[in-house]
């Protein structure tokens, strides 16, 4: 048998009472008695993904020819700018990451503006500050800059009569210190934003020789508004007006607080989950859950008796446990990564069937019940190691599959999968044992074939 059972037994009761306390609760807040401050608080709000809570998935793609040289460090810096920006329009647990070489996958469940998030995502972000000269052109026309191009390019186009005209780009975003939505005297919506010293040294020197004349500001080449430099701006900061409303303009905010990406992105696919069909996923994946627990603990306490009965309720504490660590860690739950837990559960029953078919093997042999018990577990744990192992190994393939090509579905269902078979270790090799153990020792069992279906 086992040592120490009522140990392991006071350890599985706390373990069950705590994941029940994570399962059934939506923060975990644990107050100081004395003050009544929290002494700790963590949300453990499940995480449901696009195909159960419905959203929006952004497959974006490189705008750029194929033999383009784009960096990894490009990639993710577009991905980080991706991340904040639907971070701070309030798009919660988006999941936005790097698929191969070119192409950046974005995940935004429960959203519900779409189209502003897609504009926002899209959008390059280059700001620019143009020098006009005293010729302004009007709002939502595009021009050519000087940015990026060489001196070659520029003197060029000059030659060329018919060539557009390149405007002098004075500065970029890149001098901005700090961007927000204000308001001015007529409660017009108008961007606020601080230079950094740099920027802001530019920016006096500039206003100050170019008195009267216009400077257009400029976002991804498109005018947004074209004021008139009536004095000296010396103080580091300034507004950027225009017809904008909330929306708008805590959009184009958004854009220039969390910089430019630092390379063009096209909308290669979008796809858009309703909640109503979320929601029906949802209930169907429970029922399919339910109704084959219900069948494996009848199958289990059925063929295999008294073991299988205790391998029944270890089962329902892996799922507790399962579940609680889950919503602990923050896992998004999705119909495949449902799927990678329920295979777990299997994972489970098989190394209890080993175990209970190789109790029942030395039972047949005459061994005592002390004795089978502990030969039914250290011969039936190398087949428990050498399949758990294998899924393990085949799950972090999979994982890796996942993040390389942006799949969310097979990295979802690689990681509930992968844990799922870690806690079922623990369960059917402690749980489970430490039960039967307790079982064994209390009911003195003498009639085994009656008990252990020899």
Known sequence: MIRNQNTRLLVIIVLVIFALWIGLSETIYIANPFNGEALFERNVKPQLGLDLRGGLQ???????????????EQMEVARSVIENRTNALGVSENLVQVAGDRRIVGEFPGLEDTEGVINTIQQTGLL????????PLPAGTFI?????????????????????TVYQTVMTGGALNDVGVSQDQGGNLQIAFSLTDEGSDIFAEYTATHIDEFLAIVLDKEIISVPRIQSAITGGSGVITGQFDYESANNLA???RYGSLPV???????RIIGPTLGEDSLQRSLQAGLIGIIIVILFMGTYYRLPGIMADISIIFYAIIAYAI????????????????????????????????????????????RQAFDMAWSRAWPSIRDSNAAVLITSVILFWFGSAFGATIVKGFA???????????FSSLYITRTLLALALDK????????????
């Open 58 to 72: 952004v497959l974006l793609e490189v705008d750029l020819p194929e033999d383009a040289d784009i960096s990894t």
């Open 128 to 135: 620019e500050f143009v020098d006009m000269g005293t010729t």
């Open 144 to 164: 050519e800059t000087d940015y990026g191009l060489s001196a070659d390019s520029i003197e060029t186009n000059d030659a060329d009569t018919d060539a557009p």
């Open 254 to 256: 958004v854009q220039l």
């Open 264 to 270: 063009p992105l096209k909308i290669v696919e979008s």
């Open 326 to 369: 889950f919503k602990w860690i923050g896992v998004t739950l999705t119909l495949p990564g449902i799927a990678g837990f329920m295979l777990s559960t299997g994972s489970a029953l098989d190394a209890n069937i080993l175990v209970f078919e190789r109790l029942k093997e030395e039972l047949r042999k005459g061994r005592s019940l």
């Open 415 to 425: 990681l509930t999968l992968a844990m799922g078979v870690l806690i079922s270790l």
């Open 443 to 454: 009911l003195k069992i003498k009639n085994y074939p009656r008990w252990f279906g020899i």
